[in-house]
T-cell receptor
Framework: DAGITQSPRHKVTETGTPVTLRCHQTENHRYMYWYRQDPGHGLRLIHY???????DKGEVSDGYSVSRSKTEDFLLTLESATSSQTSVYFC??????????????FGPGTRLTVL | AQKVTQAQTEISVVEKEDVTLDCVYE???????LFWYKQPPSGELVFLIRRNSFDEQNEISGRYSWNFQKSTSSFNFTITASQVVDSAVYFCALRRSYGQNFVFGPGTRLSVLP
C-alpha cells in the first residue's frame, strides 16, 4: 500500500467545463499513472510520469493533460470535459526499482460523471 | 506489442466450488512480469501476486493458486472452495522488464453465490 489518495472521490460536471483530478502519494515513488476504467475495457493508461516534470502519453491520452510539479502530486486535467470522459479514474504509483520486486499500487478511484 | 486476454467476461459459481480464471498474454520479450489484481464491489484495486518470466513454479497462497505456463503464454488463477467474499472483478496484467508501464486485461467478473 503506497499511501495513495485521490481527490475528489466523486464529481459531477457539465460538458465543456474544465476538471482537475488530484493524486497524492506519501511513499516517494518515482512513477505515477492515471488510468480510466470502463466496462469491457479494463484499465487503460491515460498518462504517466517518470519523475517531476517528466510525463508521457498513454493509449487514451486525447482530451487529457497532466502535470507533476512535486514528487507526491500528479494532476489530471480534462480541459473541456465531454460525456465520453465519464468514467472511473484510478491513480497508481510504482517505486521504480529494477527487477521483479516492483509492483504498481492503486488509489481508491474517482468517479467522474460528465452530463 | 503487449496484450493480455481474459476470455471469460463473467463467471458464476456456487459457494465451495473451485473456479479458474484464465489469462493469456502476448509479448516478444524474454523477461517480463505478470500480475493479478482483485477489484471487489467496493471498487479498490488490490494486488494479489507478481510473477517473473523466469519463475514458472506454481504458487499457492491459502485458497488461491496460480499456474504459470510459458509454453502456452498463460497465467491462470484458481480459487479453491470459493466464498462469497471472492466475488470481484479480477484483472491480469503484464509489465515489460525494460519499461514501467502495465498492460491490463479486460477483467473477469466472478460472482460466488451462497
Amino acid at each position: 500500500d503506497a499511501g495513495i489518495t485521490q481527490s475528489p472521490r466523486h464529481k459531477v460536471t457539465e460538458t465543456g467545463t474544465p476538471v482537475t483530478l488530484r493524486c497524492h502519494q506519501t511513499e516517494n515513488h518515482r512513477y505515477m499513472y492515471w488510468y480510466r476504467q470502463d466496462p469491457g475495457h479494463g484499465l487503460r493508461l491515460i498518462h504517466y510520469s517518470y519523475g517531476v516534470k517528466d510525463t508521457d502519453k498513454g493509449e487514451v491520452s486525447d482530451g487529457y493533460s497532466v502535470s507533476r510539479s512535486k514528487t507526491e502530486d500528479f494532476l489530471l486535467t480534462l480541459e473541456s470535459a465531454t460525456s465520453s470522459q465519464t468514467s472511473v479514474y484510478f491513480c497508481a504509483t510504482l517505486r521504480g526499482l529494477a527487477g521483479d520486486t516492483d509492483t504498481q499500487y492503486f488509489g481508491p478511484g474517482t468517479r467522474l460523471t460528465v452530463l | 506489442a503487449q496484450k493480455v486476454t481474459q476470455a471469460q467476461t463473467e463467471i458464476s459459481v456456487v459457494e465451495k466450488e473451485d473456479v479458474t480464471l484464465d489469462c493469456v498474454y502476448e509479448t516478444r520479450d524474454t523477461t517480463y512480469y505478470l500480475f493479478w489484481y482483485k477489484q471487489p464491489p467496493s471498487g479498490e484495486l488490490v494486488f494479489l501476486i507478481r510473477r517473473n518470466s523466469f519463475d514458472e513454479q506454481n504458487e499457492i497462497s491459502g485458497r488461491y493458486s496460480w499456474n504459470f505456463q510459458k509454453s502456452t503464454s498463460s497465467f491462470n488463477f484458481t480459487i479453491t472452495a470459493s466464498q462469497v467474499v471472492d466475488s470481484a472483478v479480477y484483472f491480469c496484467a503484464l509489465r515489460r522488464s525494460y519499461g514501467q508501464n502495465f498492460v491490463f486485461g479486460p477483467g473477469t467478473r466472478l460472482s460466488v453465490l451462497p
